[in-house]
């Protein structure tokens, strides 16, 4: 039974913007290995909305957090929007996210132990418009990460642009990135000594030749079906970076480090650290 009509029915809230920032976040705890990632997720959160450089709305999932953090989520840091709900997974999170949104949306997405810099977001978005049939921008140059999943933007920018290959990520840079996943330094050094960086310029424009899927910017529509197909989210990152190569788009690095993996611990030093720019 009814009575009478909703007043509400037809009102409206504000819709989707151009640029979304978003983060998927899982702190379902405050033991072992999560001990101190509520600083860590906080930090992360904090940063990406404070630095992004645009004007732009939040967007966070929350795969199954504990009840201290989503109050923390909703009463202090309030977002413009945000899913609640059970661990649905990383993979599956990503591609809710990207196919929630309009196609033409700008959106950021990362995991939620990312470090912002000021402009992190404004520079990706500047470089993915600097380059034709951009897939991904990220903004956290990361040696390794070029070993897969950046075959067509070579290809391409043999034939469109210059291309050279060297070691020109700074030694400070790869071994933040090394002690952020819990490798010894010098362990590190002898995996990746055989390892060489890609480097592209065109129009006056650098970029290194891949992206890192732990933050990228992407326009929605372009990346939605490529990360879920036949209803089933891709499972596997690297899986997901071949299939945006595969599918014929750039995936690019901005050459100054914008984002930072900080781990599950939070370094102290980051709060005074300015945006890390390459050296001459």
Request: with cysteine.
């Amino acid at each position: 039974m009814r009575r009478g009509m909703n007043p509400n029915r037809h009102a409206m809230t504000e819709g989707w913007g151009k640029y979304v920032v978003s983060a998927i976040v899982h702190l379902p705890n405050f033991e072992g290995y999560h001990k101190d990632r509520f600083e860590v997720v906080k930090e992360s959160l904090t940063t990406m909305r404070k630095n992004a450089g645009l004007q732009c709305q939040t967007l966070i999932w929350d795969n199954g957090s504990c009840a201290e953090f989503r109050d923390w989520l909703l009463n202090e840091y309030k977002p413009d929007f945000v899913v609640l709900g059970a661990n649905v997974g990383l993979s599956s999170a990503r591609a809710g996210v990207l196919r929630m949104l309009p196609p033409n949306t700008i959106v950021g997405i990362a995991d939620d132990d990312m470090w912002y810099y000021q402009n992190w977001f404004k520079a990706q978005v500047d470089l993915m418009r600097s380059f034709p049939n951009v897939g991904q921008v990220s903004g956290y140059p990361a040696r390794t990460q070029m070993r897969w999943g950046n075959r067509y933007t070579k290809e391409w920018a043999r034939k469109f642009a210059r291309l050279e290959e060297g070691r020109f990520i700074p030694d400070e840079w790869d071994k933040d990135f090394a002690e952020s996943v819990g490798r010894d330094y010098k362990w590190h050094i002898g995996y990746t000594k055989k390892d060489n960086d890609w480097r592209i310029t065109y129009q006056g424009k650098q970029a290194y030749a891949m992206a890192h899927h732990c933050q990228f910017v992407c326009e929605a529509g372009k990346i939605a079906p490529i990360i879920q197909q036949n209803k089933e989210a891709m499972s596997s990152d690297r899986e997901f970076d071949n299939a945006v190569d595969v599918a014929g788009m750039l995936r690019l690095t901005t050459i100054n480090r914008y984002v930072r993996h900080m781990g599950n611990v939070l370094d102290d030093d980051l709060k005074q650290k300015p945006v890390r720019t390459r050296k001459k």
